[in-house]
């Protein structure tokens, strides 16, 4: 299983980016996907993650600016960031509850981060 994410960039504050995460190999079905994030001398933090039911959760500091959403068939998670602030900036990295098999109780993967940075 391999989980490409892209969609990181450079942006002004108040500005917009969609960050995608795309699963591929041996799926059978995807349990929840998130983002989380890293800035530098931070520890990861969780940002948003959705179950299969479409279920959402997000951290109190992007509440009302991003949105999760994902996209079954296409096994792909989507953050849409809204209104970016300077503290936004992090190293990106989603993640997914993968199910390889129906035999399978399934694994944990990241994806390879993509650099938000905001700046003016």
């Known amino acids: 299983v391999q989980l490409q994410a892209s969609g990181g960039g450079l942006v002004q504050p108040g500005g917009s980016l969609r960050l995608s995460c795309a699963a591929s190999g041996s799926i059978f079905r995807i349990n929840d996907m998130g983002w989380y994030r890293q800035a530098p001398g931070k520890q990861r933090e969780l940002v948003a993650v959705?179950?299969?039911?479409?279920?959402?959760n997000y951290a109190d500091s992007v509440k009302g600016r991003f949105t999760i959403s994902r996209d079954n068939a296409k096994n792909t998670a989507y953050l849409q960031m809204n209104s970016l602030k300077l503290e936004d900036s992090a190293d990106y990295f989603c993640?997914?509850?993968?199910?390889?098999?129906?035999?399978?109780?399934?694994?944990?993967?990241w994806g390879q981060g993509t650099q938000v940075t905001v700046s003016s």
């Open positions: 993640n997914a509850h993968v199910i390889e098999s129906r035999w399978s109780q399934g694994a944990r993967w």
């Open positions: 959705i179950s299969s039911a479409r279920n959402t």
